[in-house]
Each structure stands twice: as C-alpha cells, then as structure tokens.
C-alpha cells in the first residue's frame, strides 16, 4: 500500500485500538447514525446467545461521533488483516468523509466497518430497555457486553460526543446491574 489510510471507529475502536496508528483525531460523520443493532456471536457473545454490538445506519439527519485513526502506509497491510478478522463478523467496509469537529483538519474519506442488513448477525432495531437486557445476559470471548456499553458510554461522554441512543441504553443497562 503507497498511501496512508484512515479508519473511522465508531465502537470498541473508540476506546481499545489495539493497532498502530500514527494519530489519531475526534472525528463525526455526517448521515449516519450509530446503533446497537448488530449481533455479535464471536466478541460479546457466542454462537446461540449472541450479544449486541454497534453498526452504523444511514439517517439524513444524522451525526456519529467517534475517533478516527491514520495508518501509516508502511503499516497498512498487516493492519488491515488483522483488522479484518477481528471484524468478521458480518460487516463490511465502506467510505466514509470523516469531519474534525474539535480541530481544523481538512476532512478526509476514510473506511468504517459497517454491519448491514443482509449479514447474518444483524439483528435489527429494538428499545434500548430490550437492548439492554440482552446486553446483560451475553459475554463472548472479548467479555461481558454491558462492559463494551458501558465503555462506548464512556468514551463517548469524554468525546463530548450526542448520542441519545447510547446514553439511553447505558441507563437501562445500569439499572439491571
Ligand atoms: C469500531 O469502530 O470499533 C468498529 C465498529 C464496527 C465494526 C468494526 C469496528
């Protein structure tokens, strides 16, 4: 690979990007949304009893929040390989422009894992109090899911990030633990 590569992470990226980067930026995307929408039966969960995970869903009038990564060219390859297998579980990767909210970067295109519809994990839209009692039900072998919610939560507060949906879904998960 000639060229360094930005990558958009919008979940457990956010906080555990466990790759070499070369910087790394508070980014948004526009039009999309994030959502615990995807099942995840190899990281948060296991085959039969699948906890959730996010995905990204186009919304016109949405915004995401999350942290971008560049990859220097030199390291590309590898990277992508092992991010690959770390993320495959049904997503599948996309451009996205990638916005600096707190600086003033130019805007970049980038990739993002994106678990659509048609994979066999999604699971699709729920209320986040349902979310959330399937959240503290599963653990998988990267551990328990409310863990990953409550992380994200996290993450994404210090960010100074709006994300309704997540936030919500930490309170409900909060009162079942
Ligand atoms: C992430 O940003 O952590 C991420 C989200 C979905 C798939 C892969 C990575």
Not at 59 to 76: F, L, N, P, S, T
Not at 84 to 94: I, L, Q, W
Not at 103 to 127: K, Q, R
């Amino acid at each position: 690979m000639s060229e360094d590569v930005w990558v958009f992470g919008y979940g457990s990226l956010v906080w555990r990007p466990d790759f070499k980067f070369a910087e790394r930026r508070p980014a948004t995307i526009e039009g999309w949304v994030r959502r615990f929408w995807q099942g995840s039966t190899d990281h948060r969960g296991v085959p039969g009893a699948p906890g959730r995970v996010v995905t990204l869903e186009a919304d016109e009038k949405g915004i995401c929040w999350g942290m971008a990564y560049r990859i220097a060219a030199a390291d590309v390859e590898p990277i992508m390989v092992e991010l690959d297998y770390r993320e495959k579980g049904g997503y599948s990767v996309k451009n996205v422009e990638m916005i600096f909210p707190t600086d003033d970067h130019p805007n970049v295109t980038g990739l993002a894992y994106i678990g659509t519809p048609d994979n066999p994990n999604y699971l699709g839209p729920e209320t986040e109090e349902r979310i959330a009692a399937q959240v503290v039900a599963s653990t998988g072998p990267s551990g328990p899911n409310d863990e990953y919610v409550l992380r994200l939560a996290e993450a994404l507060r210090e960010l100074g990030a709006d994300d309704p949906h997540v936030f919500e879904l930490e309170r409900q998960v909060r009162k079942l633990i």
